[in-house]
């Protein structure tokens, strides 16, 4: 009898055997245990400097990520793809957002601009100016139409998409706006600032040209806002930044720099409860589209996960080398996404917090000693993982597994690096 030949293929459950090409299944079987291939996110990195902020796609399968590298990249998900690099911004490219339709990402940045990118293909649509410092929080509304941007300025403007025209600038605030968040049915907007009780001290070189006379916070305030015309509802004492509001607009999530979080009821802003879990700062806090479960990251370098409405901490979960700056949950609720100081991108399964394998790289961004693949498909570049799978029809044009057909192009940081490189999956 004729033997059966498969090809092994690594899923999200491990390896496992389609009906394939011998020459094809030979080659990846060996890509499994090649000295060449190593771990397949050893030194690797998604961006090359701290990862600011993390938005999801409506469909779960695009993740855009925001770092003081000045770019913004787009993810394929489950895989992890790294799909596109946008360039643009000339400043630390601080939060992303995605509107409901998946069609336009917004980012906003320290170069005191947003942005407007066309999605899938990242093609840039519009900058928009008007704030005078720099753009630290972004935020669409559930109709895709509407866009709230928290400045450094000491304003919160609100903009129409996908024009980006300006509507409304709400100013008189005393401080900061760090954090900006919009209810589901759009009739409400909250603001995360510090109330201006402030000491000197020194500030990154990025911010000295917005506040030359640099100063530490001492307080807070959140601040309710009837939409669209921005009238003042009502302020939150002892609120801070950063910003959440549940998915059916009647919670609103507040991390802090003590290490608490606080549940307030809306629209009437009542304090439910005060989350203890940490004593570090809470930097990024995301709530599950059912509303029964809590994400938070921050100073400590861990994510917390709780349950609501009561509040318990179900999981601590480690992992980043260094603060975790944002926290965003899929649209499915069962994968959450957290990027860190150390430039990495990590995924989790939910509810259970369990870590997932695939790896979020940029191989220029990672350590040398980072091993990947890179390919072409459609006439874009992916990279991924080193053992990664390469998806039929596509052209590997780099490869962590020695050989002679596909040499590796190598990655700058560190001084260089990649050496040679082979192909193992395709084509046949």
């Given at each position: 009898?004729?033997?059966?030949?498969?090809?092994?293929?690594?899923?999200?459950?491990?390896?496992?055997?389609?009906?394939?090409?011998?020459?094809?299944a030979?080659?990846?079987?060996?890509?499994?245990?090649?000295?060449?291939c190593?771990?397949?996110?050893?030194?690797?990195?998604?961006?090359?400097?701290s990862?600011?902020?993390l938005?999801?796609g409506?469909d779960?399968?695009?993740l855009?990520?925001?770092?003081?590298?000045?770019?913004?990249?787009?993810?394929?998900?489950?895989?992890?793809?790294?799909?596109?690099?946008?360039?643009?911004?000339?400043?630390?490219?601080?939060?992303?957002?995605?509107?409901?339709?998946?069609?336009?990402?917004?980012?906003?940045s320290?170069?005191?601009?947003?942005?407007?990118w066309?999605?899938?293909?990242?093609?840039?649509?519009?900058?928009?100016?008007?704030?005078?410092?720099?753009?630290?929080?972004?935020?669409?509304?559930?109709?895709?139409?509407?866009?709230?941007?928290?400045?450094?300025?000491?304003?919160?403007?609100?903009?129409?998409?996908?024009?980006?025209?300006?509507?409304?600038?709400?100013?008189?605030?005393?401080?900061?706006?760090?954090s900006?968040?919009?209810?589901?049915?759009?009739?409400?907007?909250?603001?995360?600032?510090?109330?201006?009780?402030?000491?000197?001290?020194?500030?990154?070189?990025?911010d000295?040209?917005?506040?030359?006379?640099?100063?530490?916070?001492?307080?807070?305030?959140i601040?309710?806002?009837?939409?669209?015309?921005?009238?003042?509802?009502?302020?939150?004492?002892?609120g801070e930044?950063p910003?959440?509001i549940?998915p059916?607009?009647?919670?609103?999530?507040?991390?802090?720099?003590?290490?608490?979080?606080?549940?307030?009821?809306?629209?009437?802003?009542?304090?439910?409860?005060?989350?203890?879990?940490s004593?570090?700062?809470?930097?990024?806090?995301?709530?599950?589209?059912?509303?029964?479960?809590?994400?938070?990251?921050?100073?400590d370098?861990?994510?917390?996960?709780?349950?609501?409405?009561?509040?318990?901490?179900?999981?601590?979960?480690?992992?980043h080398?260094?603060?975790?700056?944002?926290?965003?949950?899929?649209p499915?609720?069962?994968?959450?996404?957290?990027?860190?100081?150390?430039?990495?991108?990590?995924?989790?399964?939910?509810?259970?917090?369990?870590p997932?394998?695939?790896?979020?790289?940029?191989l220029?961004?990672?350590?040398?000693?980072?091993?990947?693949?890179?390919?072409?498909?459609?006439?874009?570049?992916?990279?991924?993982?080193?053992?990664?799978?390469?998806?039929?029809?596509?052209?590997?044009?780099?490869?962590?597994?020695?050989?002679?057909?596909?040499?590796c192009?190598?990655?700058?940081?560190?001084?260089?690096?990649?050496?040679?490189?082979?192909?193992?999956?395709?084509?046949?």
């Amino acid at each position: 009898m004729k033997p059966e030949i498969y090809a092994i293929q690594r899923g999200r459950s491990g390896w496992k055997l389609s009906r394939r090409d011998l020459a094809a299944a030979a080659a990846v079987a060996g890509a499994a245990t090649m000295p060449g291939c190593g771990p397949p996110c050893q030194g690797a990195a998604a961006h090359g400097r701290s990862i600011e902020s993390l938005a999801f796609g409506p469909d779960g399968r695009l993740l855009a990520s925001g770092s003081a590298d000045h770019t913004v990249k787009l993810w394929s998900l489950p895989d992890g793809a790294l799909l596109k690099t946008l360039k643009g911004h000339s400043n630390s490219a601080h939060s992303v957002a995605i509107s409901p339709d998946g069609r336009v990402l917004v980012s906003g940045s320290r170069d005191w601009t947003i942005k407007l990118w066309s999605l899938p293909d990242g093609a840039l649509l519009k900058t928009l100016t008007g704030h005078s410092a720099p753009v630290h929080s972004v935020a669409i509304g559930a109709d895709g139409r509407s866009l709230a941007s928290g400045s450094f300025d000491k304003t919160v403007k609100l903009w129409s998409l996908p024009d980006g025209a300006l509507v409304k600038t709400i100013a008189g605030k005393s401080g900061w706006v760090f954090s900006v968040a919009v209810s589901p049915d759009g009739r409400l907007l909250a603001s995360g600032s510090d109330d201006n009780t402030t000491k000197p001290w020194s500030l990154p070189a990025e911010d000295r040209q917005s506040a030359p006379e640099a100063s530490v916070v001492l307080s807070y305030a959140i601040e309710l806002w009837s939409m669209p015309d921005g009238v003042l509802l009502k302020t939150l004492a002892g609120g801070e930044p950063p910003l959440v509001i549940g998915p059916a607009g009647r919670l609103l999530a507040s991390g802090s720099t003590d290490g608490t979080i606080k549940l307030w009821s809306l629209p009437d802003g009542a304090l439910r409860k005060t989350l203890n879990g940490s004593s570090h700062a809470v930097y990024s806090v995301a709530i599950s589209p059912d509303g029964k479960l809590l994400a938070s990251g921050g100073w400590d370098k861990t994510i917390s996960l709780w349950s609501l409405p009561d509040g318990a901490l179900l999981k601590t979960l480690p992992g980043h080398a260094y603060s975790v700056n944002s926290v965003a949950i899929g649209p499915n609720g069962r994968l959450l996404a957290s990027g860190g100081s150390d430039g990495t991108i990590k995924l989790w399964s939910l509810p259970d917090g369990k870590p997932l394998s695939t790896c979020l790289m940029d191989l220029d961004a990672s350590t040398t000693d980072a091993k990947g693949i890179r390919y072409t498909r459609g006439g874009n570049s992916f990279t991924q993982g080193c053992g990664s799978p390469v998806p039929a029809g596509a052209v590997c044009t780099c490869n962590c597994v020695p050989g002679k057909l596909c040499p590796c192009v190598g990655h700058t940081s560190g001084g260089g690096g990649g050496g040679g490189g082979g192909h193992y999956w395709y084509p046949n």
